[in-house]
């Protein structure tokens, strides 16, 4: 989803989760992060995987990258078991770097046909120009829905 700055991009990602039943587990990542890591890590405690502590002090704390997506991905294979789903918004979008997109787009890889996590991104139109390059071709052919706010007119 894109959007100029101040359409309520972030607002409607709230409203949407506020929707979802108690099947589906999310993650609303507004924070800026620098790493993978610290993504994993967020995603880890927002679905109750790991705890603030088990990150700030635990064993967690200096777990690698390898450790971190192991984790994610023992989680998420034990959705299929369930029934339940993870939903992933990851705010301001635009500002992630190549890299760090495509470790996003590894994370729902190699758990079946129908992967239990949905990853949504959400920023500004330059994200659909970073999504186009070259560099993500296999991340812009898995989207499966766009949508593009705009302001909403005076009538």
């Known amino acids: ?8 991009k972030t607002t409607l990602c709230r409203a949407v989760l506020d929707q979802l039943d108690r ?6 990542v507004a924070d800026k992060f620098i790493s993978t890591e610290d993504l994993l890590k967020t995603l880890l ?5 790991i705890s603030h502590d088990d990150v700030e002090r635990g064993m967690l704390k200096s777990a690698s990258r390898a450790e971190l997506a192991a984790a994610l ?9 369930l029934q339940t789903f993870a939903v992933v918004i990851i705010d301001d979008a635009q500002d992630l ?7 996003i787009r590894a ?4 758990i079946g046909d129908e992967p239990p996590l949905q990853i949504v991104l959400v920023g500004r139109p330059s ?3 970073t999504l186009g390059g070259a560099a993500l071709r296999d991340w812009n052919q898995r989207v499966s829905t766009r949508c593009r706010l705009t302001p909403i007119a005076a009538e």
């Open 107 to 110: 994370f729902a890889e190699d």
């Open 127 to 129: 994200l659909d120009k």
């Open 45 to 49: 405690t927002d679905f109750g995987v």
């Open 73 to 81: 991905h023992d989680f998420l294979v034990s959705l299929a078991a």
């Open 97 to 103: 770097s190549i890299e760090v997109l495509g470790e």
């Open 1 to 8: 989803m894109t959007g100029a700055a101040g359409l309520g």
């Open 23 to 28: 099947r589906t587990l999310t993650s609303l």
